[in-house]
Every structure is written in structure tokens, then in C-alpha cells.
């Protein structure tokens, strides 16, 4: 009798793209990865080469604004969803991507100023999400980017009504999973001018 090979879940993402970037002055999406490719775009890139059945972005006004106009492309393989209020926090960014989920779906939450994620790591983590559990790489036992959660952990999310809460509230509800690398860009946020020629190359 033949057997059939089981094929892993590529679980959706949701890029938060959204925040004001004030500290860098300009929108962290649209720093240059290298010369031909963005943050917004190279992440996309990564999600998309692993297999993510669905890449969903969320945004400020601005940031769909100059999508539209000069990265057009990136609206035709993922979804781009406006959140009006981004100043009120990325849990709001987080409840309207998870709108936008397949039900009862684990989700990557992956944030714009960690451009480092790698498919090495997606896949690492891909198998091991339990409906009880997150699951978070490591580096020198310190949790960094990004982070999939399952689908309890998105229905807890689905009912937090103040967008000041913190995601990392809900989390130490529940258990973690974690992915040992030997990456420390895991742990980088890029948010000021000074962090971005110190890790960014162009």
C-alpha cells in the first residue's frame, strides 16, 4: 500500500508595517535592503519563497499612498490593509490582519524594522506550533523575530479591546515553544538612522 507523504501547513503572516516611524524619520517599509530591494519587499520575498498561503500587510495611509504609486507589484502577491489609527499602537495593526486570517489558522507575526528573518528559520519553526503554544527563536536565550502564534492565541487577540495592550501580556498566558539560532539579528530593531548603517549595508 502506498503511502501518502503529509505536507506541512505554510502558515499566513501579517507584516505591521504601520507605525509612524518617528525615530527614523521615514517609513521603515521603504529603507533600502540593498539596492534593488526594500524591507517591506524583501520580507514579502522571504514569506512568499517559504510558502506563506497568504502574506497580509498592514499599513498607515501613507504607506498604501506610496505602495500605489512606486511599489504597485507588492499589492498584486500579498494583501494590504490600511489601519487609520496607527498611533494608538501595533495591537490595533494586529487585530485587523488577524480579520483577514483563514479560521482557526496559526499566524507569523513579523515586524517591518526586523528585515533578518530567513527561510531557515520560518521552517524551523513552521512544525512545531501546538494550539496551547508560541513559538519564538532564540538567540542566546533571549526570543526574537518574528513570532507564530496559534490560532487560541489569535481568538485571546481577536477580544482585547484596548489598543494600548500589549501582545506580550497575552503570550505569558501560554506556553513557549522556542528555535535555537546562531543568528543574533534575530533580536534587531531597526529604529533610528544609527541602527540602520550599522546593520544595513547599501
Known amino acids: 500500500m502506498k503511502t501518502l507523504s503529509v505536507v506541512p501547513i505554510q502558515h499566513p503572516v501579517i507584516i505591521l508595517a504601520a507605525?509612524?516611524?518617528?525615530?527614523?524619520?521615514?517609513?521603515?517599509?521603504?529603507?533600502?535592503?540593498?539596492k534593488h530591494t526594500t524591507f517591506l519587499k524583501k520580507i514579502i520575498q522571504e514569506y512568499s519563497s517559504f510558502g506563506s498561503g497568504k502574506v497580509i500587510v498592514v499599513v498607515n495611509q501613507n504607506g498604501y499612498s506610496q505602495i500605489?504609486?512606486?511599489?504597485?507589484?507588492?499589492?498584486?502577491?500579498?494583501?494590504?490593509?490600511?489601519?487609520?489609527?496607527?498611533?494608538?499602537?501595533?495591537?490595533?495593526?494586529?487585530?485587523l490582519g488577524i480579520k483577514e486570517l483563514p479560521a482557526n489558522?496559526?499566524?507569523?507575526?513579523?515586524?517591518?524594522?526586523?528585515?533578518?528573518?530567513?527561510g531557515e528559520v520560518l521552517n524551523a519553526m513552521n512544525n512545531l506550533i501546538k494550539p496551547d503554544a508560541y513559538v519564538v527563536p532564540t538567540y542566546a536565550e533571549k526570543g526574537g523575530h518574528?513570532?507564530?502564534?496559534s490560532s487560541e492565541?489569535?481568538?485571546?487577540?481577536?477580544?482585547i479591546e484596548n489598543p494600548d495592550y500589549d501582545l506580550r501580556k497575552i503570550l505569558n498566558n501560554f506556553k513557549r515553544i522556542e528555535v535555537k539560532t546562531n543568528d543574533e539579528r534575530i533580536l534587531v530593531?531597526?529604529?533610528?538612522?544609527?541602527?540602520?548603517?550599522?546593520?544595513?549595508?547599501?
Open 146 to 149: 518574528p513570532v507564530l502564534v
Open 19 to 34: 507605525g509612524l516611524s518617528e525615530r527614523m524619520g521615514r517609513s521603515k517599509a521603504f529603507l533600502k535592503w540593498d
Open 189 to 202: 530593531n531597526i529604529n533610528t538612522l544609527s541602527d540602520y548603517q550599522k546593520y544595513i549595508k547599501v
Open 153 to 159: 492565541i489569535i481568538k485571546e487577540i481577536s477580544l
Open 68 to 95: 500605489l504609486s512606486d511599489f504597485p507589484a507588492i499589492s498584486e502577491y500579498s494583501n494590504i490593509i490600511i489601519n487609520p489609527n496607527p498611533e494608538k499602537g501595533r495591537m490595533g495593526s494586529i487585530k
Open 105 to 118: 489558522s496559526a499566524c507569523y507575526i513579523q515586524n517591518i524594522d526586523n528585515p533578518f528573518v530567513t
